[in-house]
């Protein structure tokens, strides 16, 4: 039997414009996300960023693309990411997209779009629950409510961005940074 470590973001500036997002129900969803990659591409360490933008997740897209099934799909990757060396958070996240794209008509949307909800979500849930009770949720269920708003308003904008050029690692490179760049609100 195991324990789940939570692990704050870092004490920043950039951390600090994200709480108080998280205490004022006057902020809009969009301004709350943005100020979250904000501050998650303003770090020292555990670029996220870096992250996702490495070739295993890029590799877990195509899988997903190719698997047949959900269960083909997870053993693939499992055997892929044990191969080449590549487990790290962001190998999580994209194991955990592919199974959620496999039931869309459009994998490679679906993925694309789950890759950042899963890895905001991870940003949110970081800090998030510790203002359950004091700022913009007052109950569980609220602060449920607000991370699938913050994930579907992610969701949309990567919709809107359009696909990568391709899953190669140059073009998922430079995709996951216009995405980020998105995500920030700033304009390219």
């Known amino acids: 039997m195991g ?21 004022n129900n006057e ?3 969009a301004r709350v996300t943005s100020e979250v990659w904000r501050a998650a591409t303003n770090q020292d360490r555990g670029s996220l ?28 990757t ?15 996240i994209a194991r ?9 008509s459009n994998r490679m949307s679906a993925y694309n779009e789950r890759i950042f909800a899963e890895a905001t979500s991870y940003l949110v849930s970081r800090d998030f629950p510790g203002f359950v009770g004091s ?7 609220e602060s449920i409510s607000f991370k699938a708003e ?6 949309q904008l990567v919709r809107d961005a359009g696909l ?5 690692a140059r073009g998922w490179g430079k995709y996951v940074r216009n995405i980020i760049t998105t995500l920030q609100g700033k304009t390219k």
Do not use: C
Not at 3 to 23: D, E, F, G, I, M
Not at 96 to 104: D, L
Not at 150 to 155: F, G, L, P, R, Y
């Open 96 to 104: 955990r997209a592919a199974i959620q794209s496999m039931s869309s």
């Open 135 to 141: 700022g913009r949720a007052q109950t569980i269920s």
């Open 49 to 76: 960023e870096r992250l996702l933008a490495a070739p295993i997740v890029a590799k877990v897209g195509q899988l997903a693309l190719k698997a047949k099934d959900p269960l083909e799909l997870s053993r693939a």
């Open 27 to 29: 902020i809009p969803i």
């Open 3 to 23: 324990t789940s470590v939570n692990q704050r973001s870092p004490k920043t500036l950039s951390w600090q414009a994200v709480h108080a997002a998280y205490r």
């Open 150 to 155: 913050v994930a579907k308003h992610v969701a």
């Open 78 to 92: 499992a055997l892929e990411i044990v191969k080449s060396k590549s487990s790290s958070l962001a190998s999580d």
């Open 164 to 168: 990568p050029s391709s899953f190669a």
